[in-house]
């Protein structure tokens, strides 16, 4: 899609952006939540820690807002696949197959396995075996994995120390 001519003496030119009424109804929903998050944010007091739900829906936020910008830029732009896989574990609060894993992340398998590979190395995920399936292993965030995103989340200040040298 060619981009509009804009005039550089017209400051009421505006470029154009096509939204369908689902984009534009989880905008204002993101538009909400932003803004009962910064009203939120001014009430509480600096040392009370965020609620784990709400820093589950900072995390909903965040992987909405990265499937929303692969709809307009290539997501080759913007990979991440090891954030991703830890968002949606963070988010889902369980375990999860990898063949779940490659689809909410939207990548190849390999690319999937080679990164859960990497995370395993961090101590941030594991492997669990399916007590039924041999076939199935499912991924988990781990302790370590979770406090880390806990504190991201909760805007926390950290100790690089404190991360294992990730």
Known sequence: MPY??????????????????????????????????????????????MAQWDRAERARIILNSRRLRAKFFSPSMFGEPAWDILLVLYVE????????????????????????????????????????????????????GRKLLDDYLSGTPWDPEDAGGI
């Open 4 to 49: 509009p001519e804009r005039s550089q003496d017209d400051e009421s030119d505006r470029l154009k952006i096509a939204l369908s009424q689902s984009d534009v109804r989880e905008a204002a929903r993101l538009l909400r939540v932003f803004a009962a998050a910064v009203d939120d944010r001014a009430t509480r007091a600096e040392d009370e820690p």
């Open 93 to 144: 609060q369980g375990r999860q197959t990898i063949g779940n894993l490659t689809k909410a992340i939207a990548t190849p398998l390999t690319t999937t396995t080679r990164w859960i590979e990497y995370l395993e190395k961090k101590l941030l995920i594991e492997r669990e075996p399916h007590p039924n399936d041999k076939r199935v292993v499912f991924i988990k965030l781990v302790e370590k």
